[in-house]
């Protein structure tokens, strides 16, 4: 016969007490691994495709953003094994969180809570008025935990991927940004958001991938990339048509578009792109429903 939960004895068992520190260039190899397997794991188990194709790039992201100023890293060590990692974008006004990600055989044992509250900490005492990530809305466990650190969950989107569109929108002509456009970007997204991202689009002009796109004289909309890191703005979906079709491809599981917009999506999906996974964008602290058409990133 079954014992009651009452009844059940203390065996005076309790988890392995974990040690959060900060993420060390060291750490790159066994933070991305983890990441790798977390992400193929609760994929695998939801019939979504991983995140990753196998290690190597997700070790290549981990070294990229311990490695990077703007960047905080926190790693959980048991026993001085690191068993998960997480990641706070705050180059920007408005920081972002993520890739969180702990070793499958250690989840639902609290870990996720303690990387994440290390790093909304942080966020806390470099005064950030609003942090935000993107979660797989798939994966209910991750969505109650966000819920309960006070995310709100603001916009559904839909992963987009397949082949390069091509093209053109007539009168809206694609370039690539310079710094001398890094002004004008950054007033059309603070139009659009109600703050800019002029760190990261900064870094996207200098390593090349940044495009802007002009109508009527004027720069209409940018994009730091079409793709699972890059994020765009417009004043309309057919700046945003414009971007798209004129990106050579859409890097990592594909681009993030806002589902409500049914337009931009059903424009879409009319040129081949396939929906490959739903997500959900949260925010905590300042947020401001957008003005304008855009496309976030894995960030937010």
Same mark, same amino acid.
């Given at each position: 016969? !079954?014992?009651? #939960? ?10 392995? +007490?974990? =040690? ?8 790159? =190899? ?8 977390? @992400? ?11 995140? @990753?194709?196998? %290690?190597? %790039? ?22 001085? $094994? ?7 974008? $705050? ?22 809570? +303690? #990387? ?9 005492? *470099? ?17 109650? #935990? ?12 839909? =992963? ?15 370039? *690539? ?13 603070? !139009? ?18 940044? +495009? ?25 979906? $057919? ?37 490959? +996974?739903?997500? =959900? ?13 855009? #496309? %976030?990133?894995?960030?937010?």
């Amino acid at each position: 016969m !079954s014992q009651t #939960l009452e009844s059940t004895p203390d065996l005076g068992w309790k988890p392995p +007490q974990a =040690t959060i520190r900060v993420g060390r260039a060291t750490d790159a =190899t066994a933070c991305g691994r983890i990441c790798y397997e977390a @992400f193929r794991h609760i994929a695998g188990a939801h019939n979504f495709p991983p995140d @990753f194709p196998d %290690p190597e %790039p997700a070790i290549g992201l981990a070294s990229e953003m311990l490695a990077r100023d703007d960047v905080f890293g926190v790693v959980a060590e048991i026993d001085g $094994e690191i068993v998960g990692s997480n990641f706070l974008w $705050e180059g920007d006004a408005i920081s972002g969180i993520g890739p969180i990600t702990v070793d499958p055989k250690r989840q639902n044992g609290a870990l996720g809570r +303690q #990387l994440m509250e290390a790093v909304l900490r942080r966020a806390r005492e *470099h005064n950030h008025p609003g942090t935000r990530l993107v979660q797989a809305a798939y994966h209910n466990r991750s969505l109650a #935990l966000y819920a309960r650190l006070g995310f709100e969950a603001r916009e559904p989107l839909s =992963t987009l991927q397949g082949p390069a569109i091509g093209g053109e929108i007539p009168g809206h002509a694609v370039r *690539h940004a310079t710094p001398a456009d890094l002004d004008a970007c950054n007033r059309l997204c603070l !139009s659009v958001h109600g703050c800019h991202r002029g760190a990261e689009l900064a870094r996207a002009i200098a390593q090349g991938t940044a +495009q802007l796109v002009e109508h009527q004289g004027r720069i209409t909309g940018y994009a730091t990339m079409i793709g699972f890191f890059g994020h765009a703005v417009g004043e309309s979906n $057919e700046d945003l048509k414009a971007l798209i079709a004129a990106a050579p491809g859409f890097p990592g599981p594909g681009f993030l578009l806002p589902t409500r917009n049914t337009s931009l999506l059903r424009w879409c999906l009319a040129r081949e792109l396939r929906i490959v +996974q739903p997500m =959900t964008l949260m925010s905590l602290g300042l947020y401001n429903e957008p003005a304008g058409a855009f #496309l %976030p990133s894995i960030l937010y």
